[in-house]
């Protein structure tokens, strides 16, 4: 089969379309006929193996361990191992997996959901790490109730326009934060409001919220920290360095002392939460937005793009029925 692969860390000038082994699935495994892959942040962290101590996280000091890109995956059950019970030849899935990017990938089967039919292979493929993501940081660590005044900074990338969507879904009064070219897009996903941060800057606004969700953090923790309403949490799903740092270093100090919490945290793939966003899906309260799609070849022009760090939703790479067979 053919797939994307890579044999040093780099930049996507290093990945390869290549004919590799066509995977078998292990006992609790499932083998999926890829259909669409999307791109994450990580795909690209990951490529790059930097900054170094990612490395001792990801295994492979000098060369990387982990050879092909693309988490999230959506296509047709080709095989099942012998211990999966959940699906069946010929369901139409999505979920997580490693290697998305490649005619035909293996999940474990508790990391996949069936497809809902309303949703397209590619919609279903922009859903599970940055919905998760979105999910977790709203429910689980903003423990978000309806009628509370929500922002989401970041709202116009892959996580944010799933959290303006999921937010909405749990009767949030929702404050999108994007730029300007965003601002009706963002509109037109649901946001209550909506600012622009290239001509306001919502953390001297004198307005606060009960609830911010960073998908993209770029202000100090101190300015999210004033933004709070008392009782509020700040949650960081990702954003700058030293963004990231401050609220895995210094939020867990700053929320010792008076009412407010700054958490920041790392979303897990479940069976449990993939089924909410498949009804999600299924409801039409979640609506997935694809800024590009990429033929499988391309993949390393998708993932520059991505890099870049101003897709509009999630980039897609998609993978044509009949390759493969
Ligand atoms: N914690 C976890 O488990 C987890 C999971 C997934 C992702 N992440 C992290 O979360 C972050 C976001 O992921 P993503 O998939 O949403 O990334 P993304 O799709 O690449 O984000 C791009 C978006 O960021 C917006 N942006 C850029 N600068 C901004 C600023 N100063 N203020 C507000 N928005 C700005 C851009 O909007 P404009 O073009 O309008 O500027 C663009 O729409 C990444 O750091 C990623 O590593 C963490």
């Known amino acids: 089969m053919k797939a994307i692969v890579y044999h040093d860390y780099g930049s996507p000038d290093v990945l390869r379309y290549e004919e590799v082994e066509k995977p078998v699935p292990g006992d609790e495994e499932v083998l999926i006929k890829v259909r669409a ?3 994450n942040a990580l795909d690209w962290r990951i490529l790059r193996g930097k900054p170094w101590p990612m490395r001792l996280m990801i295994g492979g000091l000098r060369k990387p361990k982990i050879t092909r890109p693309g988490r999230d995956v959506a296509g047709r059950v080709e095989a099942v191992g012998r211990n999966v019970t959940r699906f069946k030849p010929g369901d139409e899935v999505f979920g997580v997996c490693l290697g998305a990017c490649a005619e035909y990938a293996c999940a474990k089967e508790d990391r996949l959901a069936l497809k809902p039919p309303n949703a397209s292979f590619e919609e279903a493929a922009a859903v599970p790490v940055a919905a998760l993501t979105a999910l977790q940081g709203l429910r689980d660590k ?11 900074d970041g709202a116009s990338g892959g996580v944010g326009t799933f959290a303006v969507h999921i937010a909405k879904s749990f009767g949030a009064e929702v404050t999108a934060v994007c730029s300007t070219r965003n601002v009706d897009a963002a509109r037109s996903m649901g946001a209550d ?5 290239t001509r306001e800057d919502f953390t001297q606004s004198g307005q606060r919220y009960d609830l911010i969700l960073a998908a993209n953090a770029y202000h100090s923790i101190f300015d999210y920290r004033r933004a709070l309403s008392p009782g509020g949490i700040y949650a960081m799903a990702g954003g700058g360095w030293l963004q990231m740092f401050q609220a895995m270093f210094l939020g867990p100090f700053l929320s010792l002392m008076g009412s ?18 498949k009804d999600l899906l299924a409801a039409g309260k979640v609506v997935p937005v694809i800024d590009r799609r990429h033929p499988l070849p391309e993949t390393a022009e998708a993932l520059r793009y991505l890099e870049a760090g101003h897709a509009r939703g999630k980039v897609v790479i998609t993978v044509e029925e009949g390759k493969g067979n």
């Open 260 to 277: 407010k919490k700054m958490v920041s945290f790392m979303a897990k793939v479940t069976k449990t939460d993939l089924v909410i966003l």
């Open 142 to 152: 903003g423990r978000i109730q309806p009628g509370q005044k929500v922002l989401v």
């Open 37 to 39: 892959a999307a791109l």
């Open 193 to 197: 409001h909506v600012m622009d941060y």
